[in-house]
């Protein structure tokens, strides 16, 4: 089995203060909370942001996985809309003690380099401060984490530094070199 050395970057903010909002795009872009737990619109939204930067670990995951996890209270996901069409996404997920992650964050490769990305994650990491507000029982946000690596794409570190994230560990592993699974062919990027 063939190896790759992947270096994963954790980045994190301590403070709402910490956040440093990008201007919103041009045009209709709008961010919008998926209420609704949806394993196949979720399952839509993964695969096809993930597709050409190797997203892989959820793919295997059953409907009864994607609706377990999606329905834990607190767990959200924000999507962002380019003339009504899905553009990105990011997705939230709380844990002990005040701690949130922006487990999920990117954009189909059609909507990349067009000023989304920066608009959603500010507005992604600003609903991770406020995440208590809208569940009772989750304790205030105390810190707001997330990570990246040399496998996702080229922009993202950049993208987290100019939100006002600051890293805070690196780690480099070999992990088996699996195949992207998308886009299909003739799809964009060609």
């Not at 994963?8 to 440093?20: C, G, Y």
């Not at 490769?109 to 995440?131: C, N, Q, V």
């Not at 810190?143 to 480099?172: I, P, Q």
Request: charge should be negative.
């Amino acid at each position: 089995m063939t190896t790759i050395a992947v270096t994963t970057w954790s980045l994190e903010q301590t403070a709402p203060t910490d956040l440093l909002p990008a201007a919103p795009p041009e045009g209709d872009v709008r961010v919008v909370r998926s209420e609704v737990p949806s394993p196949e619109f979720s399952r839509f939204l993964y695969a096809s942001v993930g597709g050409d930067i190797h997203w892989t670990d959820r793919l295997s995951w059953t409907y009864a996985r994607w609706r377990e996890h999606l329905e834990r209270p607190g767990v959200e996901t924000w999507v962002a809309y380019d003339r009504g069409t899905p553009a990105g996404y990011v997705e939230l997920d709380p844990q002990d003690d005040g701690v949130v992650e922006i487990v999920y964050f990117g954009l189909l490769p059609a909507f990349r380099g067009r000023r989304i990305g920066g608009h959603l994650l500010s507005y992604g990491t600003a609903r991770a401060w406020d995440l208590a507000d809208r569940w009772p029982g989750l304790a205030a946000t105390k810190r707001v984490w997330l990570h990246t690596c040399s496998k996702d794409g080229e922009h993202a570190m950049v993208n987290y530094e100019r939100r006002g994230f600051r890293l805070f560990d690196t780690k480099v592993e070999e992990e088996p070199e699996v195949a992207a699974p998308g886009p299909w062919p003739g799809a964009y990027p060609a």
